[in-house]
């Protein structure tokens, strides 16, 4: 049977992923690595009002792991952005995420699936549908910014690997907040001066990546590593729809045109997955 809350949960990840930029955006923030540093902070404090009812206050070497691997694919995918543009890193790491964490769930974890060939169509549908949807610059062929790309998508979609190989999914959730929020605290004192709206935009955007983590972790641990963490990659169909209907982002027919090709190709592909989880 379908798991409609592990369903759900991935849904509410996505549409926070797909949200977290938006306060970065709205206010024109451009000094990104003081944003990030303070995204810490807003994780963190997430992290300890949701502690009564998940979570717990010891240190997890696990999560503490994953919150580095985060922090570390994030910069990555910073300076990514930087080469080639979000248009094109967007897509293809929301991609190399996907492929990865269901290789890892499928052969490392040897999860169990009741439909492979649904799990297989709709892994190749989500990866294949995500480059039509971006909205952004297209021309960009700097090939250090496709490969910085490719590697933060295997970073973030490993995300899990020490969380299941040495702890549990809650146990874990505060930990990985603490060491995002340290090393973001480090990244702060190294960009000084602070600067009051990125630090207040990182915080912003910080407790609602924060939300997104939570619900994944829910996700993961209803869905499977196979299952779950790709179908939080739906964050992009979010983050697309913000460009367009509130940035005003796509003008050309063009763009439309591919933009809805490619999100009906995304979410056919989310309900093959989804459906090969029952």
Known sequence: MVDYF???????????????????????????????????????????????????????????????IWITAST?????????????????????????SFLWGLLFFIEQLSSLEFAVIGIVMLAAGMPLVAVGERNSKDKKGYIITVIAGILWGSLFVPVRMMSDLETSFFSMSLAIFVIGIGILIAMRPFRKKETLTG????????????????????????V?????????????????????????????????????????GSVFLSASSG
């Open 6 to 68: 592990g369903i759900a949960f991935a849904l509410v990840a996505a549409a926070s992923w797909g949200t977290y930029l938006v306060p970065i955006k709205k206010f024109g923030i451009d000094k990104i690595f003081h944003t990030q540093g303070a995204m810490g902070i807003g994780a963190i404090l997430f992290a300890l009002a949701i502690l009564p009812f998940y979570g717990s206050l010891t240190l997890d070497i696990a999560g503490l792991s994953a919150g580095a």
């Open 76 to 100: 990555l995918g910073i300076f990514a952005i930087k080469y080639i543009g979000l248009g094109r890193v967007a897509p293809l790491v929301g991609s190399v995420i996907i492929i990865t």
């Open 203 to 226: 915080i912003a955007s910080g407790a609602i990546w924060n939300v997104g983590n939570i619900a994944s972790f829910l996700a993961v641990a209803a869905l499977g590593l196979t």
């Open 228 to 268: 779950g963490y790709p179908l939080t990659q739906l964050a992009l169909l979010f983050n697309v729809s913000w460009g367009l209907l509130y940035f005003k982002e796509a003008s050309q027919r063009k763009s439309f045109t591919a933009i809805y090709v490619g999100a009906a190709i995304v979410i056919i």
